[in-house]
């Protein structure tokens, strides 16, 4: 009696184990043990098909090679993305263009960049760190592509202004008068680079871009 109820409780105990470590995901094992209790079960005295057999086996043989593929998939992943981040490092030092509207003064100089969609007429509009519209620069007629704008750091009234973070926004207008897409970009130097995430970030005075955001990469 009393080998009966360990028999019992050992069983139950094992089924409670089993259903706890069950899996939703059917691998090749799993396929296997399918496969071998069908057959158990199937009637010898019934004829057997062979094509069903065969697609069977088939089925099988396929899953486990679709399993090594996968494998060795997230290996060349792995080993890449190691290879990239070796290779994103040797961005510290470099000097890059991002795309940015914001920009720091250094010594009262500072170098900003755009691209232009086509010529236009373009009117830079500085803001200090606060938002507040420090200087408008009228650049005339810019052409198409990528073009540098120096800024000596002086507000309307001529005044050298303090070193720091400062903004631009861009209006660029054809001759008739209808916006032209231009995007802002700055020259910084590369301080340091983030992997977050499987993400790559550079950091660079005192800001954060992405490898997306870089336009140009110089020595």
Same mark, same amino acid.
């Given at each position: +009696?009393?080998?009966? +109820?360990?028999?019992?409780?050992?069983?139950? *105990?094992?089924?409670?184990?089993?259903?706890?470590? $069950?899996?939703?995901?059917?691998?090749?094992?799993? /396929?296997?043990?399918?496969?071998?209790?069908?057959?158990?079960?199937?009637?010898?005295?019934?004829?057997?098909?062979?094509?069903? +057999? +065969?697609?069977?086996?088939?089925?099988?043989?396929?899953?486990?090679?679709?399993?090594?593929?996968?494998? $060795?998939?997230?290996?060349?992943?792995?080993?890449?993305?190691?290879? #990239?981040?070796?290779?994103?490092?040797? %961005?510290?030092?470099?000097?890059?263009?991002?795309?940015? *509207?914001? /920009?720091?003064?250094?010594?009262?100089?500072?170098?900003?960049? %755009?691209?232009?969609?086509?010529?236009?007429?373009?009117?830079?509009?500085?803001?200090?760190?606060?938002?507040?519209?420090?200087?408008? =620069? !009228?650049?005339?007629?810019?052409?198409?592509? *990528?073009?540098?704008?120096?800024?000596?750091?002086? !507000?309307?009234?001529?005044? %050298?202004?303090?070193?720091?973070?400062?903004?631009?926004?861009?209006?660029?207008? !054809?001759?008739?008068?209808?916006?032209?897409?231009?995007?802002?970009?700055?020259?910084?130097?590369? !301080?340091?680079? %983030? /992997?977050?995430?499987?993400?790559?970030?550079?950091?660079?005075?005192?800001?954060? #871009?992405? =490898?997306?955001?870089?336009?140009?990469?110089?020595?």
């Amino acid at each position: +009696m009393e080998t009966s +109820m360990i028999t019992s409780q050992t069983a139950g *105990s094992a089924g409670a184990a089993a259903r706890k470590t $069950a899996s939703k995901d059917l691998d090749k094992n799993s /396929f296997l043990m399918l496969l071998v209790t069908q057959l158990q079960h199937q009637d010898p005295t019934s004829a057997q098909d062979p094509n069903e +057999m +065969m697609q069977q086996m088939t089925n099988m043989s396929s899953m486990e090679q679709m399993q090594n593929m996968n494998t $060795a998939l997230q290996g060349i992943q792995i080993q890449n993305q190691g290879l #990239f981040q070796a290779q994103s490092a040797n %961005l510290v030092g470099k000097r890059i263009r991002v795309t940015s *509207s914001g /920009f720091d003064l250094k010594a009262g100089k500072s170098t900003m960049a %755009l691209d232009l969609a086509s010529d236009a007429q373009v009117v830079l509009t500085i803001k200090d760190a606060s938002g507040k519209v420090v200087a408008t =620069l !009228d650049r005339g007629t810019l052409k198409a592509g *990528s073009q540098t704008v120096d800024w000596n750091g002086r !507000d309307n009234q001529g005044n %050298l202004l303090a070193d720091g973070a400062y903004s631009v926004e861009i209006t660029a207008q !054809d001759a008739a008068g209808k916006a032209v897409d231009a995007k802002p970009s700055v020259y910084v130097t590369v !301080d340091s680079v %983030l /992997f977050l995430n499987g993400t790559v970030f550079i950091q660079a005075g005192g800001r954060r #871009f992405t =490898l997306a955001d870089v336009n140009e990469i110089s020595a």
